[in-house]
């Protein structure tokens, strides 16, 4: 039997809620997922509703029912969400196939971000740049700088970004070891009036609506970052560590 439109439509929101508490982690293998009847009350949906969203989430091999028992996240889940975890950033080389991916990701989003945010995103914006700029210490300027691009993300207006910028999280930002540790390490300051340079000019660029230097100064950002790992992994090689 079909589900009427509105009501597959709600079904499409349980799923995709259910599927980023998978894919975040937080809903593991063997959690059980809440009852019907805490579904229709906490959403405030149908059992039809319900129902739908549970059978689309067993069709993709992420529950499984339990006769008498409820349902769970299958041990053998067939979706395997993409994951960047801090054990896969353990080398400078490492950090530079992640930035390349952000490169895409950070300039489509400052170019969007250019073109639809409002006066409180870049109040938002702003604060962080003022707050960057006061910061002499490395482990609040790196929240700061997550921060800050997690803010880029929501002026997006697109809630696949935002959901992706806090799924990748702290990830955004490269390990603390690297820049403190060996050939080429950064003090506190030297980083945050580095990497806030380049935040206020992506700033500035979406508060003044330009679109395409808001691409540029987000690119710039990214480059800059590549180019000074890169630097950091040839100076490591040439000391021989």
């Known amino acids: 039997m079909s589900v009427p439109t509105k009501a597959a439509s709600l079904a499409d929101d349980l799923v995709i809620q259910f ?64 994951q960047v975890v801090p054990e896969d950033l353990v080398a400078i080389e490492d950090v530079l196939r992640l930035l390349e991916m952000r490169m895409a990701l950070e300039t489509e989003m400052a170019g969007l971000a250019a073109e ?24 609040s300027s790196m929240a700061i700088d997550t921060r800050f691009h997690a803010a880029i993300a929501g002026a997006t207006g697109n809630a696949y970004f935002v959901r992706f910028t806090d799924f990748l999280g702290i990830r955004l930002v490269p390990p603390r070891r690297l820049y403190l ?31 395409e230097a808001a691409r540029d100064a987000a690119r710039r950002h990214m480059d800059t970052s590549y180019r000074r790992h890169m630097a950091m992994r040839e100076k490591y090689r040439d000391a021989g560590t």
């Open 19 to 82: 599927v980023s508490e998978i894919e975040s982690g937080r809903m593991r293998a063997g959690a059980r997922f809440p009852t019907e009847k805490d579904l229709t009350e906490r959403f405030g949906v149908s059992r039809t509703v319900v129902r739908e969203a549970f059978a689309r989430l067993a069709a993709q091999g992420l529950l499984e029912s339990r006769r008498g028992s409820g349902a769970y996240v299958p041990a053998n889940a067939q979706y395997r969400a993409f």
């Open 181 to 211: 540790d060996g050939v080429g390490a950064m003090t506190p300051r030297d980083y945050a009036r580095t990497i806030n340079a380049e935040h206020r000019a992506i700033c500035e660029a979406i508060a003044d609506r330009d679109t």
């Open 116 to 139: 639809r945010r409002d006066d409180a995103q870049v109040a938002i914006l702003r604060a962080l740049v003022a707050e960057m700029d006061a910061s002499d210490d490395l482990d």
